[in-house]
């Protein structure tokens, strides 16, 4: 086994196409996850645009590319995921069979320690050293949207007979309803992004889109067309004006969701739920399997789920004094953030919290 590491600049286009074969194939393979376009060599290559120290290790055996391992790294050895902090899949990519040995990966890229919070599931080497693993819910749409949506009445019927109606009465009040499901106008982009910096503020969040590297990420992906990896963006119109809008990846099978907002002048129609809607009634008619929501609890995501995938977060560690200093000033952190999200007489007070903070930081 002989792996190389890359700068982005530097992999080969045989390279990619190895790559991107791999995952349209993992599906066949039992390993579905592989396919998650977080895990694609098009959003690999738009990180390290826009953020230092991104590298690919390829690994080879007999001279054909079996693994493909995307990580971040400081000069000191500190590795983390690829766009850790947005994105919401990792680990490593590989052909059907192939095992590895973490600490020989971690050394051979030149790491003390590597950083996840997203890891994808099946990734037993470093799953070894999790710290803890959470649910990812997913929208099944093989079967087509009409499917979805029978199950969807029968699994929630007051939730799907809700949204439905606020969605007409969005139309009788506003005008007429519209979705575009691949809206290539970037005034809608920075639409989307003005509501979401917006709600983030508003509800006492960290503003993502503060940082200038997260807004061009975005911006680069949305712009990013190749078989089969896109930027989608997708927008509700209500007589022509944008009510709601989602930005995500899309690979051959999977739609992962990223950045939904609304316009909160129209937040009793509930657009963001008549959204979610048409995203999967066009995401079927095109093609993709599921709609993966993402780690993290919402009331949305509980009723639209069909299932749950599992992401993990931790660290996997060789023997070396800066991943004991990285662990021991990371660790408290996380476990006292997912103790609050864990907990609901202790993530309740602290919500409300933030909101205030927001609302007070709003109107200044």
């Not at 680990?91 to 990966?105: C, M, N």
């Not at 680069?220 to 190749?226: A, G, N």
């Not at 993966?292 to 995501?301: A, E, I, M, T």
Request: charged share 25%.
């Amino acid at each position: 086994m002989d792996i190389s590491v890359y700068r982005p600049g530097e992999l080969s286009a045989a390279d990619r196409a190895a790559w991107t074969a791999m995952q349209s194939k993992a599906h066949l393979h039992g390993a579905e996850e592989l396919a998650n376009p977080f895990l694609s060599p098009e959003f690999a290559l738009a990180v390290g645009r826009c953020r230092r120290g991104v590298r690919i290790a390829v690994v080879r055996e007999d001279g054909e590319p079996a693994a493909f391992f995307p990580f971040q790294r400081t000069a000191a050895g500190v590795g983390r995921a690829v766009g850790l902090g947005v994105s919401d899949c990792q680990g490593l990519v590989h052909r059907p069979g192939f095992t590895w040995d973490a600490r020989r990966l971690l050394r051979a890229c030149g790491l003390a320690v590597w950083e996840f919070d997203h890891l994808a599931a099946g990734q037993e080497p470093f799953q070894a050293q999790a710290s803890g693993a959470f649910p990812s819910p997913v929208m099944d749409l093989d079967r087509g949207y009409t499917v979805f949506l029978r199950e969807l009445r029968e699994r929630s019927p007051k939730f799907t007979r809700t949204t439905l109606a606020k969605e007409r009465r969005l139309g009788r009040d506003a005008g007429p309803v519209t979705y575009v499901h691949d809206e290539r106008d970037p005034a809608a982009l920075r639409t989307l992004i003005a509501w979401k910096s917006a709600q983030y503020r508003r509800t006492g969040r960290s503003d993502r889109f503060a940082h200038a590297w997260i807004t061009r990420l975005v911006t680069r992906l949305f712009h990013t067309r190749s078989e089969p990896f896109a930027g989608v963006l997708s927008v509700l119109y209500a007589d022509g004006r944008p009510v709601a809008a989602h930005f995500g990846l899309r690979t051959e099978r999977v739609l992962a969701c990223w950045f939904p907002a609304y316009d909160p002048e129209f937040a009793k129609y509930s657009p963001g739920l008549v959204l979610h809607l048409r995203m999967a009634e066009a995401a079927a008619a095109d093609g993709i399997a599921y709609l993966d929501l993402g780690r993290g609890q919402k009331d949305y995501k509980d009723s639209f789920k069909t299932r749950e995938l599992s992401v993990s977060e931790g660290w996997v560690t060789r023997r070396h004094p800066v991943a004991y200093g990285h662990r021991a000033h990371r660790a408290p952190v996380r476990a006292l953030r997912n103790a609050v999200l864990s907990r609901p007489e202790l993530f309740g007070p602290a919500d409300g919290v933030l909101r205030r903070m927001g609302k007070i930081r709003s109107t200044r």
